[in-house]
């Protein structure tokens, strides 16, 4: 599965984004989907990741209530509505693939997922 993150940029604090990830190659089929971020000099953090099904989701309690996780399985594409954004919540935002049925309880660590996309940056101006 190749994984094509995108819709970053440059946003003003309290504003909106609506980040992207699209799989080529393979469907997201058997696939949960996390995204993760990473903001200079600190370690990649898990923030969001939907489940084959999607109506089962988990988020990280920085963002809950402000960012929402969707997939749309007929275009192989998961999105990542982030609302009320803070400065803080600047970095790279990198999408993951992971097998669905391994997920378990380790949805949060980043070695659960095979693949990656490439990352999208983020910045939310104060």
């Known amino acids: 599965v190749q994984l094509q993150a995108s819709g970053g940029g440059l946003v003003q604090a309290g504003g909106s984004l609506r980040l992207s990830c699209a799989a080529s190659?393979?469907?997201?089929?058997?696939?949960?989907v996390g995204w993760f971020r990473q903001a200079p000099g600190k370690e990649r953090e898990f923030v969001t990741c939907?489940?084959?099904?999607?109506?089962?989701?988990y988020y990280s309690d920085s963002v809950k209530g402000r960012f929402t996780i969707s997939r749309d399985n007929t275009k192989d594409t998961v999105y990542l509505q982030m609302n009320s954004l803070k400065p803080e919540d600047t970095a790279v935002y990198y999408c993951?693939?992971?097998?669905?049925?391994?997920?378990?309880?380790?949805?949060?660590?980043?070695?659960?997922?095979?693949?990656w996309g490439q990352g999208t940056q983020v910045t939310v101006s104060s």
């Open positions: 993951a693939a992971g097998l669905d049925y391994v997920m378990g309880s380790g949805y949060a660590r980043s070695s659960i997922y095979a693949y």
């Open positions: 190659g393979r469907t997201f089929s058997g696939y949960a």
């Open positions: 939907i489940r084959e099904s999607a109506d089962i989701t």
